[in-house]
T-cell receptor
């Protein structure tokens, strides 16, 4: 089954404790992206990757890191999480970065930072 | 700058028709997407419009007017399962999607 998977689905952590949210897609997609979603603000892009070893900042990259060492995986790293990073996070992928390509989303990771 | 506006919330009755509007301001135009998102779930693709006019896909239709910076999603024969948020998004010049805050649609029996 073609899909984007994320782990963990739910995470409660404390300020400053490094964490990684994994994202994997099995559709051989070149383009991958991370979003956060907060009430009333819609989806905001954190980082994106056009292909392996190519990543770039989105609208809200502060406090986050990513890597794209292989095509299928695009982990999101919070080196020192803070309470303002409490949010719902989505990973997404598409076949390329073209305007017309729909994005496929993972199920989401609900993160709470105390 | 780029901006997308959608109503925050709408209510409609089962079996009826509802129109969800989206207005956008972009420096260029490369199409407009509609996604559906049920509460607590991931967004799923509904439609992509790049030319003016109405595109129909079953009970859902999407309309675009590039000259007016305006789109709408039309949902017919509403069902309770259509209760969800509907997100409008446009790509910017760097291929990244700019998202509206979404319209929460509440369906009443």
């Amino acid at each position: 089954e073609a899909q984007v998977t994320q782990n963990p689905r739910y995470l409660i952590t404390v300020t400053g404790k490094k964490l990684t949210v994994t994202c994997s897609q099995n559709m051989n997609h070149e383009y991958m992206s991370w979003y956060r979603q907060d009430p009333g603000l819609g989806l905001r892009q954190i980082y994106y990757s056009m292909n392996v070893e190519v990543t770039d900042k989105g609208d809200v990259p502060e406090g986050y890191k990513v890597s794209r060492k292989e095509k299928r995986n695009f982990p999101l790293i919070l080196e020192s999480p803070s309470p303002n990073q409490t949010s719902l996070y989505f990973c997404a992928s598409s076949s390329s970065a073209g305007f017309y390509n729909e994005q496929f989303f993972g199920p989401g990771t609900r993160l709470t930072v105390l | 700058g780029q901006n997308i506006d959608q109503p925050t919330e709408m209510t409609a009755t089962e079996g009826a028709i509802v129109q969800i509007n989206c207005t956008y301001q972009t420096s260029g135009f490369n199409g407009l997407f509609w996604y559906q998102q049920h509460a607590g779930e991931a967004p799923t693709f509904l439609s992509y419009n790049v030319l003016d006019g109405l595109e129909e896909k079953g009970r859902f239709s999407s309309f675009l007017s590039r000259s007016k910076g305006y789109s709408y999603l039309l949902l017919k024969e509403l069902q309770m399962k259509d209760s969800a948020s509907y997100l409008c998004a446009v790509p910017d010049s760097n291929y990244q999607l700019i998202w509206g805050a979404g319209t929460k649609l509440i369906i009443k029996p």
